[in-house]
């Protein structure tokens, strides 16, 4: 358990986890089941000795940031739904009075969050909401294409709220680009908000000791860069980027932890 790319959903569920105020996600304790949460505390734990200790506020700081986005979406039209790639253990289509959500992952980790959504609602913990779980390899263009074609007959004209978080680093280059560009393949996307690593930041300590943590838990440790000329031909000139001392000036009113100590993630929003 917990090896692989999946294994990194449950990572930065305990991260939310840790910070709900912050993470705006009183949900994320849920996810786990009581006899669970225990091992993902110790997978928690010996990334933050190995790694870094910040990931409860790294991870929690971009969930607020797209957390407040889709808010504004369904502000500006409650109609809108939400499409969100590599969605783990997100909890936005049941923080948010969303009409319909899609969340799209890998199968085996779709298969774990169906069961829970299941065994969440059944006992009350989570709303009742139109969410359909689509299991789908993002590195695979025709299951792209097919994605895309699902996301527009899904949808029926209402406005797409699209979010991809934590997820591109872990494709390669040609997939990552796709996955951040994916919104303009949909008929009426509103607006895109995708986290990401900057080329500029590549040569980061905190990413060179996660390295290492990937291997040892059979996460393939190539990553992707973006750069801020990719980022602009794929979302628009007009995109609003935030980084993480950005981020905690946004919420926290002042950098309590600078870049150089954190995974530098940051949260590119472009509305159309
Ligand atoms: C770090 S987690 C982020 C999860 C969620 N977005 C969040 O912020 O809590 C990365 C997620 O991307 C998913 N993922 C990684 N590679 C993928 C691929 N090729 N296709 C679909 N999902 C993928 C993983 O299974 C995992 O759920």
């Known amino acids: ?67 407040d986005t889709l808010g504004a979406a369904l502000r500006k039209d409650p109609d809108t739904i939400l499409v969100n790639c590599g969605a783990g253990f997100s909890s936005y289509p049941w923080l948010l009075p969303f009409r319909a959500a899609l969340e799209v992952d890998l199968p085996d980790l779709v298969r774990a969050k169906q069961q829970r959504v299941t065994e969440l609602v059944a006992s009350g913990v989570l709303p009742e909401r139109d969410v359909r779980h689509a299991p789908v390899d993002l590195n695979d263009p025709s299951a792209r294409s097919e994605l895309i074609s699902l996301v527009n007959e899904f949808a029926d004209g209402r406005p797409v709220a699209y979010v991809a978080e934590g997820v591109v680093f872990y494709l390669p280059p040609e997939d990552a680009r796709a996955v951040v ?15 990401y690593w ?74 159309t």
């Open 198 to 271: 900057p080329a500029a930041a590549a040569e980061s300590r905190v990413l060179a000791d996660q390295r290492d943590w990937f291997r040892s838990r059979s996460v393939p440790e190539e990553a992707t860069y973006l750069t801020d000329d990719e980022l602009t031909s794929l979302l628009g000139a007009e995109f609003e980027n935030q980084g993480p001392e950005d981020l905690q000036r946004r919420y926290l009113s002042r950098v309590v932890v600078p870049e150089s100590d954190l995974i530098p993630e940051y949260v590119a929003v472009s509305w």
């Open 181 to 195: 560009g994916l919104g303009a393949g949909f008929d009426n996307c509103v607006v895109s908000a995708v986290s």
């Open 1 to 67: 358990m917990h090896r692989g790319v999946e294994a990194t959903a449950y990572l930065v569920n305990e991260s939310r986890a840790r910070r709900p105020d912050l993470a705006g996600d009183p949900l994320a304790a849920a996810w786990m089941p009581d006899g669970e949460r225990p091992a993902v505390r110790g997978l928690w734990d010996k990334f933050a000795e190995v790694v870094y200790e910040h990931d409860d506020l790294v991870v929690s700081l971009r969930g607020r940031c797209v957390a």
